[in-house]
C-alpha cells in the first residue's frame, strides 16, 4: 500500500509520539518522555524482542568494545558486568531490566515494521505505514533506529553459484559447526577482530582478508566475579568514578584526533607497533598489518587475541579483497584462489546510508532520501529542515569517540526538551530553518578538515561514497557534543500552528 494513497473513513490509531526502535535509542527516548511528563506514546519494534545491534550480533565472542562502566546508560548504571568488555548477551539482559524498570514494556509494539512516514502539514501530523499495511498517525515522530543496523554485503560474481554457507556476523548462523571446515573471514573491523579468534580456534584452516589493517590496541580487559560484582553494588560512587575515567580519557582522546596532535598520535602508533611486534614475529605479516594512515583516521579496535590468531599456522592472510567466488571457494582481487566450505563477511554496516529503511515524506511530499542523497546532513544531527517534529537519534555527523549512548542520551534530552517547548509556546510543529542548518553544517565542515579523520589518509566509514565527505563523525569530543544539544538558539528554530506558521526568536532551549 503507498502512503500517497488517500485515508479511508476510519480514522488511524493516534499518539502524541511514536518512537522507532527498542534499542538503546529507542530506551532512552522513552526514558526522556517520561521525565518530562508524557504518557501517550508507543514504540515500534520492527523484530521479536528489543536490543537493536545487541539482539543482531550475536557471533562467537561478540562483546562491547568501549568499556561497559561507560557504554551504560548514566540513570542506570549496572554493579552486574562480568568484564569491563561485557559480551553481548549480558548487554542484551542489562536492556531488557531497563525496560522493566522504567515500565514501558506495554508501550512497545514487536513486529512491527515502520516503512513509510509522510507529514501532514494540515493536520501538523505525521501519518505512518507499516510493514503489515497498518496505519498510525503521531504529532512527534523520533527515529531510534541506529546508524549501524543494515548490514554491508558485498555483491561479487559467483556468490550464488558459491557450494558452502556465507553470512554476516549481523545474521550468524546459529548452530554452524566449524569443526573442520575450510573457513574465510572477509573484513578488519571490530566485529572481524572478534571473530577471528573463534574461528582460528574451531576451523581446520582459516582465511583472513585484511584488506585495510586495522591499529589493533591492547585490550585491558577486567573479570568480575561475585565479590566485584558485591562491591560494586555496595559502592556506587566507584561505578561513578571509572566511569568519569572513562569518559574523561575518550574526550582527551577525541579532541587529540580533531586537532591532529603529533604528540599524541605518535604515542598510540607506539603502542599499537609494540602490540604488533610482541604478537607477531613474522615480518612479511607484520608488513600486512601495518596500517598506511594515521591513527584515527579509521576506528581502532582492541584485542588481545587477533594478532596471535593470524599468525597462527592454521591461518592464511591476504591483504587484496576477495574479487569473485567460485562454487568451491573465493579468488583474490591478485588471481589467488582457495578453496572454502564457509564464508563469514565481518563487512560491518551501511553506516552513511542513514534511515533507509524508511521512506519520509516531508513538507510537500519532500523525500528525506532525495533530500540527503550521497551526504547526508542536519541540525545537530537531530532536525531536518523541511522535516517539521521529525527527530533522529544518531543522526549525521553525531559519532564521537567513546560511547554512542552519551550521544543517545545527549540527543534525547534534546529531543524531549524540544517537544515540550512546541507544546508550551502552544505550537502544532517544530522545525529548524534552513539558515540553522546551513550555518551548522558550515561549521562541521570547517571543524572537520585537518582532524585525523580526514586529513589522516584514509578512506572508511566515516565517509560517503563517491564524494569522501565525512557524514557521520562528529568533530570533537562527547563533552562537546553535550554542550551543543543543550545550547540551542530559539531563532534557530521555526514554530507553527498552522501552514507557514510564527517563528520565535527570543530565548536558548535547554540551558
Known amino acids: 500500500m503507498s502512503i500517497h494513497e488517500p485515508r479511508t473513513h476510519h480514522q488511524p490509531e493516534f499518539h502524541d509520539a511514536v518512537i522507532v526502535g527498542a534499542g538503546f535509542s529507542g530506551i532512552s527516548a522513552a526514558r526522556e518522555l517520561l521525565n518530562t511528563g508524557r504518557q501517550d506514546f508507543l514504540i515500534l519494534e520492527r523484530a521479536a524482542e528489543i536490543g537493536g545491534v545487541w539482539r543482531e550480533n550475536r557471533y562467537p565472542n561478540a562483546a562491547c568494545d568501549v568499556p561497559a562502566h561507560l557504554y551504560s546508560l548514566s540513570f542506570a548504571l549496572n554493579p552486574n558486568w562480568s568484564s569491563n568488555f561485557a559480551p553481548w548477551w549480558e548487554i542484551q539482559s542489562y536492556m ?46 523520533i527515529s531510534a533506529v541506529g546508524a549501524l543496523s543494515r548490514p554491508s554485503i558485498p555483491d561479487l560474481p559467483g556468490m550464488g553459484e558459491f557450494a558452502g554457507a556465507i553470512f554476516h556476523t549481523a545474521e550468524w548462523h546459529d548452530g554452524i559447526d566449524l569443526t573442520g571446515k575450510r573457513v574465510v573471514v572477509v573484513g578488519a573491523g571490530a566485529s572481524a577482530v572478534q571473530v577471528v579468534p573463534y574461528v582460528v580456534d574451531h576451523a581446520a584452516a582459516t582465511l583472513a582478508v585484511v584488506r585495510t589493517a586495522p591499529y589493533v590496541m ?5 573479570l568480575y566475579g561475585e565479590f566485584e560484582k558485591a562491591f560494586f553494588a555496595s559502592h556506587p560512587e566507584e561505578l561513578l568514578a571509572r566511569r568519569e575515567k572513562e569518559y574523561t580519557g575518550f574526550n582527551v582522546s577525541t ?3 580533531a586537532a ?18 610482541a604478537s607477531v614475529s613474522d615480518p612479511a605479516l607484520r608488513e600486512i598489518l601495518t596500517p598506511d594512515y594515521r591513527w584515527g583516521c579509521r576506528r581502532p579496535v582492541v584485542s588481545n587475541a587477533f594478532y596471535p590468531a593470524l ?34 563477511l565481518a563487512t560491518g554496516f551501511r553506516g552513511t546510508e542513514l534511515f533507509e529503511g524508511v521512506e519520509y515524506l516531508g513538507r510537500e511530499g519532500r523525500s528525506l532520501r532525495e533530500t540527503w542523497g550521497a551526504e547526508p546532513e542536519a541540525y545537530k544531527g537531530t532536525l531536518v529542515e523541511g522535516f517539521p517534529n521529525l527527530y533522529l537519534t544518531t543522526g549525521p555527523n553525531t559519532q564521537a569517540s567513546g560511547s554512542i549512548i552519551g550521544i543517545i542520551e545527549a540527543q534525547t534530552r534534546m529531543i524531549a526538551d524540544l517537544i515540550d517547548l512546541c507544546e508550551h509556546r502552544g505550537a502544532t510543529a517544530l522545525s ?14 570547517e571543524e572537520m578538515a585537518g582532524t585525523a579523520w580526514e586529513a589522516g ?55
Not at 591532529?260 to 611486534?277: K, N, S, T, V, Y
Not at 562454487?327 to 588471481?335: E, N
Request: some cysteine; proline content about 2%.
Open 432 to 445: 529548524v530553518t534552513a539558515e540553522a542548518q546551513a550555518r551548522y553544517n558550515h561549521w562541521l565542515a
Open 457 to 511: 589518509g584514509c578512506s572508511s566509514w566515516y565517509r560517503a561514497g563517491g564524494t569522501g565527505k565525512v557524514v557521520t563523525k562528529f568533530p570533537g569530543a562527547l563533552e562537546d557534543f553535550e554542550r551543543i544539544t543543550q545550547d540551542i538558539e530559539l531563532s534557530d528554530l521555526e514554530l507553527s500552528t498552522d501552514v507557514g506558521g510564527a517563528r520565535e526568536t527570543s530565548e536558548r532551549v535547554g540551558a
Open 311 to 344: 599468525a597462527d599456522a592454521r591461518t592464511e592472510v591476504w591483504d587484496v579483497g576477495i574479487a569473485a567466488f567460485t562454487p568451491d571457494g573465493v579468488v583474490g582481487a591478485d588471481g589467488r584462489e582457495w578453496a572454502a566450505d564457509v564464508v563469514i
Open 96 to 141: 531488557e531490566d531497563v525496560v522493566d524498570g522504567l515500565g514501558v514494556r506495554d508501550r512497545i509494539r514487536y513486529d512491527t515494521e515502520l516503512v513509510a512516514a509522510r507529514w501532514d502539514e494540515d493536520a501538523a501530523v505525521w501519518h505512518l505505514v507499516l510493514a503489515d499495511a497498518t496505519r498510525l498517525d503521531c504529532r512527534n515522530l
Open 218 to 222: 591492547p585490550k585491558p580487559e577486567e
Open 255 to 257: 579532541r587529540a584526533q
Open 260 to 277: 591532529m596532535d603529533e604528540d599524541f598520535l605518535r604515542a598510540r602508533e607506539a603502542d599499537w607497533r609494540a602490540h604488533l611486534d
